[in-house]
Antibody, heavy 126, light 113 residues
């Protein structure tokens, strides 16, 4: 059974960089066809899709965050990561990693986010 | 971006009764080439991540009770809980995954009347 686990600092100062890691167990991050994804959820609000990295390395990001965000994959560690630069209080949220499954190798046919980490709260404050 | 709007924002239903949640997308989420609606429904309880209930608008995820069903196409979708159980109290979200960014609705809070 695939499991995801987020890790990283719970407190980040304004203007600094938020860095989180998602550790994957029960499956190889470089096998199959999946979107390995970061999603965040401010308290009391709906989840917000940040971006994803495809099994073969292609990335896509939310346009409003594109200048500040990077998602990378570390196949030897079976992990993927999120970096968000120049953070402000508006970036405070629970950050989740999640996996979207694909029925085709190009992910044209894909389904929902069936696997999620438990989430980690990140607060941006001085 | 495709904007997802749910209604109502909150809903109170008696145990054993039917609960219906609606979701509208600002653009179609249907791929005509494969006739699939790229629309999912999630259930979220406090302190937990969202749980996938329905994908492709009407396909139930494995181990999800059959009292949960999804319907609709293109821009209008519905999640139905046929007979509400106490454990169904949660916030429910729809989400489109046709176009990036994969936006969620604002959520519907479901309570027991």
């Amino acid at each position: 059974q695939v499991q995801l686990q987020e890790s990283g600092p719970g407190l980040v100062k304004p203007s600094q960089t938020l860095s989180l890691t998602c550790s994957v167990s029960g499956a190889s991050i470089s096998s199959g066809s999946y979107y390995w994804t970061w999603i965040r959820q401010p308290p009391g609000k709906e989840p917000e899709w940040i971006g994803h990295i495809f099994t073969r390395g292609r990335t896509d990001y939310r346009s409003s965050l594109k200048s500040r965000v990077a998602i990378s994959m570390y196949t030897s560690k079976n992990q993927f990561s999120l970096r968000l630069t120049s953070v402000t209080a508006a970036d405070s949220a629970v950050y989740y990693c999640a996996r979207m499954g694909c029925s085709t190798s190009d992910c044209y046919i894909r389904d929902g986010f069936a696997v999620w980490g438990q989430g980690t709260m990140v607060t941006v404050s001085s | 971006d495709i904007v997802m709007t749910q209604f109502p924002d909150s809903l109170a239903v008696s145990l054993g009764e039917r609960a219906t949640i609606n979701c509208k997308s600002s653009q179609t989420v249907l791929y005509s080439s494969n006739n699939k609606n790229y629309l999912a429904w999630y259930q979220q309880k406090p302190g937990q991540p969202p749980k996938l209930l329905i994908y492709w608008a009407s396909s139930r995820e494995s181990e999800v009770p059959d009292r949960f069903s999804g319907s609709g196409s293109e821009t209008d979708f519905t999640l139905t809980i046929s007979s509400l159980q106490a454990e169904d109290v949660a916030v429910y979200y729809c989400q489109q995954y046709r176009n990036i960014p994969y936006n969620f609705g604002q959520g519907t809070k479901l309570e027991i009347k």
